[in-house]
């Protein structure tokens, strides 16, 4: 049974810093590109960072290029976000996602599984 769990996520003040950890089980994780979706309240999921199998190449929506760090350790079935000058509009649950390939993905249709989501919020 494939399980995807993240976690780190929580109540930070604008300019802070969060890592969201996405720990992966009941998949050959290397085999997987993963990548992180949000999803604020009324609105759709949506791309912010993917991650190819080897971790050499990674995408991000230009809304957090340059505030947001993807990376991931094998060895770990890990795959984390590091979260850097947060704003209020960052607010949102996160989830990680799995999709079997060897590139990435910037879209939902291509995550074969999806983790719980974690809660971040941004205060101003």
Do not use: H
């Not at 890592?19 to 912010?48: I, N």
């Not at 960052?90 to 074969?112: N, Q, R």
């Amino acid at each position: 049974q494939v399980r995807l769990v993240e976690s780190g996520g929580g109540l930070v003040q604008a300019g802070g810093s969060l890592r969201l950890s996405c720990a992966a089980s009941g998949l050959t994780f290397s085999a997987y590109a993963m990548g992180w979706f949000r999803q604020a309240p009324g609105k759709e999921r949506e791309f912010v960072a993917a991650i190819d199998w080897s971790g050499g190449n990674t995408n991000y929506a230009d809304s957090w290029k340059g505030r947001f760090t993807i990376n991931r350790d094998n060895a770990k079935n890990t795959v984390y976000l590091q979260m850097s000058s947060l704003k209020p509009e960052d607010t949102a649950v996160y989830y990680c996602g799995a999709g079997l390939g060897v590139g990435y993905y910037i879209t939902v249709s291509s995550y074969e599984y999806w983790g719980q989501g974690t809660q971040v919020t941004v205060s101003s």
